[in-house]
């Protein structure tokens, strides 16, 4: 199986803040990496599909880079809905992985 | 739009079994793949599950090969998990997802189940 490992396992941060979440696969993984945003007793939304790619409605704000092993979900400034857990997953080979989370605080 | 709803979640003894339902609606439900993913209480997220949409495609995760089984019926646009030999491991929150042989791009709203005696 590929194992994802997400860092860090959190992080606390201002609004306005630029935010940066490291995703990094076991094997290299081509462009099939997708970034979810999870908030409290919700289910996850996607935000991020294939690297860099935005899922419809999602703002701006939000991208995502990399190939190969190393990926980064960027928030280029934090807004108060954004204080959320953020996993990625590969869909390079099955079973489908996902990180352990990366949970966003507010400092 | 999009929609996912779960139903059948609950609390069960070790060993019971339980199916889990999902009613699709918004879509062209035999054009997608489908999934479910799953959730222990503070942990991270886990692919139970994925069948494709002609059924003729499935893929089980290790941790429930051979006790849980997907199935799907097209003509009611509906999403199934039968659980059986049901243990501690498997409390969590199942979520139905659109997708499974990429990203899941829509996600029901989640239903819980409880292993205890």
């Known amino acids: 199986d590929i194992q994802m490992t997400q860092s860090p396992s959190s992080l606390s941060a201002s609004v306005g803040d630029r935010v940066t979440i490291t995703c990094r696969a076991s094997?290299?993984?081509?462009?099939?990496l997708h970034w979810y945003q999870q908030k409290p007793g919700k289910a996850p939304q996607l935000l991020i599909y294939?690297?860099?790619n935005l899922q419809s409605g999602v703002p701006s704000r939000f991208s995502g880079s990399g190939s190969g092993t190393d990926f980064t979900l960027t928030i280029s400034s934090l807004q108060p809905e954004d204080f959320a857990t953020y996993h990625c997953?590969?869909?390079?080979?099955?079973?489908?992985?996902f990180g352990q989370g990366t949970k966003v605080e507010i400092k | 739009q999009v929609q996912l709803v779960e139903s059948g979640g609950g609390l069960v003894k070790p060993g019971g079994s339980l199916r889990l339902s999902c009613a699709a609606s918004?879509?062209?439900?035999?054009?997608?793949?489908m999934s479910w993913i799953r959730q222990a209480p503070g942990k991270g997220l886990e692919w139970v599950s994925y069948?494709?949409?002609?059924?003729?495609?499935?893929f089980y995760a290790d941790s429930v090969k051979g006790r849980f089984t997907i199935s799907r019926d097209n003509a009611k646009n509906s999403l199934s998990l039968q659980m059986d030999s049901l243990g501690a491991e498997d409390r969590a929150v199942y979520y139905c997802?659109?997708?499974?042989?990429?990203?899941?791009?829509?996600w029901g709203q989640g239903t819980l189940v409880i292993v205890s005696s």
């Open positions: 918004g879509f062209t439900f035999t054009d997608y793949y």
């Open positions: 997953q590969q869909s390079y080979s099955s079973p489908k992985t």
């Open positions: 069948i494709s949409g002609s059924g003729r495609t499935i």
């Open positions: 094997q290299t993984i081509s462009s099939y």
């Open positions: 294939t690297a860099s």
């Open positions: 997802a659109r997708g499974g042989d990429d990203r899941a791009d829509y």
